[in-house]
Nanobody
Framework: QVQLAESGGGLAQAGGSLRLACAAS????????MGWFRQAPGKEREIVAA????????VYVDSVKGRFTISRDNVKNTVYLQMNNLKLEDTAVYYC????????????????WGQGIQVTVSA
C-alpha cells in the first residue's frame, strides 16, 4: 500500500496558476502510473491527468489540455500537477492516486488515494 499526501491547493483567480504536489511513501512509487482526479460539488469524480511510471506517457481530460501539466520526480517520490490559466470550472477537490500498473489503462485501475485538497478559482 502507498500513502499519498497532497499539497499546494487553495484559492486562485481565474487566469491564475497553482501547482499541486503529491508526496508518496510506502510501496515503490516509481513502478506505478500516477494520476490526478477531481470532484466538483454535485458532480462525479473525473480523472484530470495521468502519467506513466517513467513519465514517457501522459494523458489529460480534454477540458485541461494545454493548461495543465502532470509530471513526476521518482527520486523525490512526488507527482505534480501544474495548473495554468485556471477557470471557474476547475474548482473542485483534487485527489492524487496511484494505479496498479506502470501505464494508465483507465480510471478504475487506481488503487491508492490521497485525502484530497481543495482548489477554488474565483472570478
Amino acid at each position: 500500500q502507498v500513502q499519498l499526501a497532497e499539497s499546494g491547493g487553495g484559492l486562485a483567480q481565474a487566469g491564475g496558476s497553482l501547482r499541486l504536489a503529491c508526496a508518496a511513501s510506502g510501496r515503490t512509487f516509481s513502478r506505478y502510473a500516477m494520476g490526478w482526479f477531481r470532484q466538483a460539488p454535485g458532480k462525479e469524480r473525473e480523472i484530470v491527468a495521468a502519467i506513466s511510471w517513467i513519465g514517457d506517457n501522459t494523458v489529460y481530460v480534454d477540458s485541461v489540455k494545454g493548461r495543465f501539466t502532470i509530471s513526476r520526480d521518482n527520486v523525490k517520490n512526488t507527482v505534480y500537477l501544474q495548473m495554468n490559466n485556471l477557470k471557474l470550472e476547475d474548482t473542485a477537490v483534487y485527489y492524487c492516486a496511484a494505479s496498479g500498473g506502470s501505464y494508465y489503462v483507465g480510471p478504475s485501475d487506481f488503487r491508492s488515494w490521497g485525502q484530497g485538497i481543495q482548489v477554488t478559482v474565483s472570478a
